[in-house]
């Protein structure tokens, strides 16, 4: 669990955090909602040799500000996050396994939604104000800690709805609930609207304008920035945006670009909402050129979890083709996502960038996910986390800059003890080639097209032979099918994790085949 400062541990860790360099580095988390490893026109799967292969997905999209990114820094093949969004958000805000955080589900602003069987202890609460947070730190560091878009940290009446709460100095659209009431300015963002409860909060200067929400949320961004440049402080800017996040509202802008693709009517909104997203980051990069903070400015480009396309079931190959799965699965589809690491103007004579070049258009195979940035993050800025928070993160430094990096996790723990939202009652545990499923009640009655598991508890694969999980063997390979079971029961208990229960309060762990 969470661990929370007070009285003199505050003040000791405030004495340790000021130990900051002199030049600080601007950072950059630019989250987008539901984007999956597939959804941009940067191929980020690899072949046998770690290069690059595209597919027709790659053909769809069209992100020529992702391309942009990547020439000129690092991106993963191999980077995960949680599958659902409200669990990888807190991950990525307090360095913590969702197992560990306990939100390991998406948090509904108005009731708790644990499930049937979902365990009593989750955090449906969320972050509150006493918690240890990467933005609370960085602001003790000297930071203007900015958050723009998507929060989704709490549910309404808890102190996790409001950004401002958890270390942010400023909020701009950040609030309780994780999907907008609309993406369009003549629907003042859902305000007055049958998705009211979802009104993207603090734009009312865009309500009845042509401005695409993506579009209102940069303006705002280039703002904050502007604000924090003047004060001559450096800044951390949360930019977390709801698209492509449902409702598929299309994007005007873009919409011209896909209407001959032979894709649905959602398809093809959903890609002018990456479109459009891409359009926000190069309007950023170009904007930190225009001020001069190119230089200074680190940027980490990432989704919360597996693609919501609309183009399958999320079981099968389809949205993330040729991965299996899409957000919420067990999956690699619905858990790989995409990351990039780059510098917004890459320079061999820069201060702030010594001790942290990142090499150009290069691709990283080594695993890693989104507990990794709150170390990274913090070591960037010149610190590190307070002794007594207990951090499942490591810092990517070795691996942004090129070297190898052993002592860098090849695993990987992600815990859903939730039903119902498409897969139901799943932990997963990666390491290295080997992927082993557990799930809790295979035999749960479905319903909306939830799944039941003919194969029974386990599904075990090794990605190395067979990276889009075609087949089973659970049956085929007992031996490691045990040794995999008995490391995720290892690596739950580390991480304090809570668990189903039966209709008798009974605790329904992990078992050994």
Same mark, same amino acid.
């Given at each position: 669990?969470?661990?929370?400062?007070?009285?003199?541990?505050?003040?000791?860790?405030?004495?340790?955090?000021?130990?900051?360099?002199?030049?600080?580095?601007?950072?950059?988390?630019?989250?987008?909602?539901?984007?999956?490893?597939?959804?941009?026109?940067?191929?980020?799967?690899?072949?046998?040799?770690?290069?690059?292969?595209?597919?027709?997905?790659?053909?769809?999209?069209?992100?020529?500000?992702?391309?942009?990114?990547?020439?000129?820094?690092?991106?993963?093949?191999?980077?995960?996050?949680?599958?659902?969004?409200?669990?990888?958000?807190?991950?990525?805000?307090?360095?913590?396994?969702?197992?560990?955080?306990?939100?390991?589900?998406?948090?509904?602003?108005?009731?708790?939604?644990?499930?049937?069987?979902?365990?009593?202890?989750?955090?449906?609460?969320?972050?509150?104000?006493?918690?240890?947070?990467?933005?609370?730190?960085?602001?003790?560091?000297?930071?203007?800690?900015?958050?723009?878009?998507?929060?989704?940290?709490?549910?309404?009446?808890?102190?996790?709805?409001?950004?401002?709460?958890?270390?942010?100095?400023?909020?701009?659209?950040?609030?309780?609930?994780?999907?907008?009431?609309?993406?369009?300015?003549?629907?003042?963002?859902?305000?007055?609207?049958?998705?009211?409860?979802?009104?993207?909060?603090?734009?009312?200067?865009?309500?009845?304008?042509?401005?695409?929400?993506?579009?209102?949320?940069?303006?705002?961004?280039?703002?904050?920035?502007?604000?924090?440049?003047?004060?001559?402080?450096?800044?951390?800017?949360?930019?977390?945006?709801?698209?492509?996040?449902?409702?598929?509202?299309?994007?005007?802008?873009?919409?011209?670009?896909?209407?001959?693709?032979?894709?649905?009517?959602?398809?093809?909104?959903?890609?002018?909402?990456?479109?459009?997203?891409?359009?926000?980051?190069?309007?950023?990069?170009?904007?930190?050129?225009?001020?001069?903070?190119?230089? *200074?400015?680190?940027?980490?480009? $990432?989704?919360?979890? !597996? /693609?919501? @396309? %609309?183009?399958? #079931?999320?079981?099968?190959?389809?949205?993330?083709?040729?991965?299996?799965?899409?957000?919420?699965?067990?999956?690699?589809?619905?858990?790989?996502?995409?990351?990039?690491?780059?510098?917004?103007?890459?320079?061999?004579?820069?201060?702030?960038?010594?001790?942290?070049?990142?090499?150009?258009?290069?691709?990283?195979?080594?695993?890693?996910?989104?507990? *990794?940035?709150?170390?990274?993050? $913090?070591?960037?800025? !010149? /610190?590190? @986390? %307070?002794?007594? #928070?207990?951090?499942?993160?490591?810092?990517?430094?070795?691996?942004?800059?090129?070297?190898?990096?052993?002592?860098?996790?090849?695993?990987?723990?992600?815990?859903?003890?939730?039903?119902?939202?498409?897969?139901?009652?799943?932990?997963?545990?990666?390491?290295?080639?080997?992927?082993?499923?557990?799930?809790?009640?295979?035999?749960?009655?479905?319903?909306?097209?939830?799944?039941?598991?003919?194969?029974?508890?386990?599904?075990?694969?090794?990605?190395?032979?067979?990276?889009?999980?075609?087949?089973?063997?659970?049956?085929?390979?007992?031996?490691?099918?045990?040794?995999?079971?008995?490391?995720?029961?290892?690596?739950?208990?580390?991480?304090?994790?809570?668990?189903?229960?039966?209709?008798?309060?009974?605790?329904?762990?992990?078992?050994?085949?």
């Amino acid at each position: 669990m969470r661990i929370s400062l007070s009285g003199s541990l505050l003040l000791g860790l405030l004495v340790l955090l000021s130990q900051a360099p002199a030049k600080q580095p601007n950072i950059v988390v630019f989250l987008v909602d539901d984007m999956g490893v597939m959804d941009t026109s940067v191929p980020l799967l690899t072949d046998d040799n770690g290069q690059a292969q595209r597919y027709p997905l790659n053909d769809y999209y069209q992100t020529p500000s992702m391309e942009r990114l990547a020439a000129q820094g690092t991106r993963f093949n191999q980077f995960y996050a949680m599958s659902v969004c409200s669990p990888t958000r807190i991950s990525i805000l307090t360095g913590q396994n969702a197992a560990r955080h306990r939100t390991t589900n998406w948090i509904n602003p108005k009731q708790d939604n644990g499930g049937k069987y979902g365990p009593p202890e989750w955090n449906w609460a969320g972050l509150n104000q006493q918690d240890v947070t990467l933005p609370r730190l960085l602001a003790s560091l000297g930071y203007t800690t900015i958050h723009v878009g998507k929060g989704h940290f709490g549910p309404e009446q808890h102190e996790g709805a409001e950004p401002l709460n958890l270390g942010f100095q400023t909020n701009v659209a950040g609030a309780a609930f994780g999907a907008p009431g609309s993406y369009y300015g003549k629907q003042n963002y859902g305000h007055g609207t049958q998705r009211a409860h979802h009104a993207v909060p603090h734009l009312e200067a865009y309500h009845g304008s042509d401005t695409f929400l993506t579009e209102a949320l940069t303006i705002e961004a280039k703002k904050c920035v502007d604000n924090a440049v003047q004060k001559e402080q450096p800044f951390f800017l949360y930019f977390a945006h709801y698209a492509v996040h449902a409702p598929f509202d299309s994007d005007p802008r873009f919409a011209d670009a896909y209407r001959d693709s032979g894709k649905p009517a959602n398809a093809q909104a959903f890609a002018t909402l990456i479109e459009g997203m891409d359009k926000s980051l190069g309007d950023m990069l170009d904007h930190f050129e225009q001020l001069g903070i190119a230089e *200074d400015t680190l940027i980490f480009f $990432l989704g919360d979890n !597996g /693609s919501d @396309a %609309p183009l399958g #079931h999320q079981h099968a190959v389809a949205c993330a083709a040729p991965l299996r799965g899409k957000k919420g699965a067990h999956y690699e589809g619905g858990m790989r996502v995409p990351f990039i690491a780059a510098w917004a103007a890459p320079s061999e004579t820069s201060v702030v960038q010594q001790g942290w070049k990142i090499p150009n258009g290069r691709i990283e195979t080594h695993m890693a996910s989104v507990m *990794d940035l709150f170390p990274t993050i $913090l070591e960037l800025a !010149g /610190s590190q @986390a %307070p002794v007594d #928070h207990p951090l499942d993160g490591h810092s990517l430094h070795r691996l942004l800059t090129g070297e190898q990096d052993e002592r860098h996790p090849k695993t990987f723990l992600m815990h859903y003890p939730h039903a119902p939202h498409r897969s139901n009652y799943f932990t997963v545990y990666r390491d290295g080639d080997w992927k082993v499923v557990y799930h809790t009640l295979p035999q749960e009655p479905t319903s909306g097209g939830h799944i039941q598991f003919e194969d029974g508890n386990y599904e075990l694969f090794n990605l190395a032979e067979d990276p889009f999980e075609s087949t089973n063997l659970a049956s085929q390979q007992p031996a490691r099918l045990r040794q995999m079971m008995q490391a995720m029961i290892t690596a739950l208990g580390d991480h304090q994790a809570v668990y189903p229960i039966d209709a008798d309060g009974n605790e329904l762990r992990p078992q050994l085949p």
